[in-house]
């Protein structure tokens, strides 16, 4: 599945004998949940074996994309963990997520996979910390 499933693009039409309109493309975002653009450490595990770190690049709500240094099957359930710094203090946020899309190849700069995570379930308390977590980031972003 594509990274890009959620994007409508349309094109602007000319009409005849009318006067020229502009022409190009734009896109539509149709995701539920408005996604933001972070860079956290992340440690995952598949099927509670040994744990490994990769990295946060954009976050929502409902999921992540993410970079990791192995191929893992669409469909693979990861134990996760996002690591984030609160004032002076490290925090987490730790969750069950699926992954719903991959790349096939890994980026050739970093060497890692592409992998489109979505959440299925939290620890007590933690989708409370990501929401914050995520207000804090929108509202850095948006001064």
């Known amino acids: 599945m594509s990274p890009h499933k959620n994007l409508t693009t349309a094109r602007g039409k000319r009409g005849k004998g009318k006067s020229p309109s502009k022409?190009?493309?734009f896109i539509v975002e149709r995701r539920k949940h408005?996604?933001?653009?972070?860079?956290?450490?992340?440690?995952?595990?598949?099927?509670?074996?040994?744990?490994?770190?990769?990295v946060a690049a954009n976050?929502?709500?409902?999921?992540?994309?993410?970079?990791?240094?192995?191929?893992?099957f669409v469909g693979s359930l990861l134990k996760i963990e996002i690591l984030?710094?609160?004032?002076?203090?490290?925090n987490?946020?730790?969750?069950?997520?699926?992954v719903v899309w991959s790349d096939l190849a890994p980026d050739e700069i970093c060497g890692q996979y592409r992998y489109g995570l979505k959440f299925e379930s939290f620890q007590e308390?933690?989708?409370?910390?990501l929401r914050k977590l995520l207000t804090e980031v929108d509202e850095t972003h948006s001064r």
């Not at 408005?34 to 990769?54: A, K």
């Not at 976050?59 to 893992?72: D, F, M, N, Q, R």
């Not at 308390?125 to 910390?129: E, M, N, P, T, V």
């Open 23 to 25: 022409e190009g493309i």
């Open 59 to 72: 976050a929502s709500k409902s999921g992540l994309l993410v970079y990791l240094p192995e191929a893992i």
């Open 92 to 98: 987490s946020v730790s969750a069950t997520a699926k």
């Open 125 to 129: 308390g933690d989708l409370r910390k």
């Open 84 to 90: 984030f710094a609160k004032g002076s203090e490290l």
């Open 34 to 54: 408005p996604r933001f653009r972070v860079e956290f450490p992340l440690g995952y595990s598949i099927e509670s074996v040994e744990r490994h770190g990769g």
